[in-house]
């Protein structure tokens, strides 16, 4: 992993990481041509204090165990079935994360397409289960891995800068004292936003500057 990741992922409040995230490029190199995208949406998990997360009160499992792990390795988990991806923030034994929840694909879009098998344009990646699957990744085998050094590559420097970046509450947490905390952060007007309305879309700058 390179100094410069590993310093953004462990030297910075999980919050800013997970807007700072937006509009960095998201590859993976697992099939036969690499497929990326744009980061559009993202989900902070707090650790110990956060009730929505999964290492509430310093849980450990061997489920979750990725997430104790130095900030840039990515913790790969199913929910309902389907598989979502974090990438693991903070130094060692300090279990917070960021969700990647959607994209605005870039690279292998036809390939994608094949992989997701979805009719309209927007829903492609437009969800953090959409977005493994969309990518090709099939299993947990990428969990415990390494962000730059396996599979997964994440591209800080040359980013897309979004316009205004909106926070809302996240997406799916329904109880607990940590319900309406403005953790889920997204690109104003991108149309592969999750839970967004097509009025909101700005079809010519996507949202970016």
């Known amino acids: 992993m390179h100094n410069d990741v590993l310093k953004f ?7 800013e ?4 995230l937006l509009g960095c490029e998201l590859s993976f190199y697992g099939n036969s041509e690499v497929v990326s995208g744009y980061i559009v949406e993202t989900e902070a ?18 489920a979750n165990k990725s997430l104790f792990k130095q900030g840039g390795h990515l913790y790969v988990h199913t929910m309902r079935g389907l598989i979502l991806m974090n990438i693991v923030c903070q130094e060692e034994g300090i279990p917070q994360g960021v969700l990647l929840r959607a994209i605005e694909p870039n690279k292998g879009i036809d390939l994608m397409h094949k992989n997701r098998h979805c009719k309209d344009f927007n829903e492609l990646t437009n969800g953090p289960a959409k ?17 730059n ?3 997964i590559n994440l591209n800080i420097k040359d980013k897309k800068i979004p316009k205004e970046i909106v926070s809302s509450a996240r997406i799916g947490v329904s109880k ?3 319900e309406k905390k403005p953790l889920r952060f997204y690109v104003q007007g991108n149309p592969y936003v999750s839970k967004t ?3 909101s ?3 010519n700058s996507l949202g970016w500057n």
């Not at 992922?9 to 919050?15: F, I, K, R, S, Y």
């Not at 990481?17 to 700072?20: L, S």
């Not at 977005?131 to 962000?147: C, E, H, Y």
């Open 9 to 15: 992922l462990t030297q910075n409040p999980t919050e």
């Open 17 to 20: 990481i997970a807007k700072q």
């Open 45 to 62: 998990y707090l650790g110990d204090k956060d009730t929505a997360a999964h290492s509430y009160k310093h849980r450990k499992s061997n």
């Open 131 to 147: 977005l493994t699957q969309a990518f090709g990744i099939k299993d947990l085998s990428l969990d415990g891995s390494k962000v």
């Open 149 to 151: 050094d396996d599979l």
């Open 176 to 178: 607990g004292s940590w």
């Open 197 to 199: 309305k097509k009025s």
């Open 201 to 203: 879309w700005n079809m």
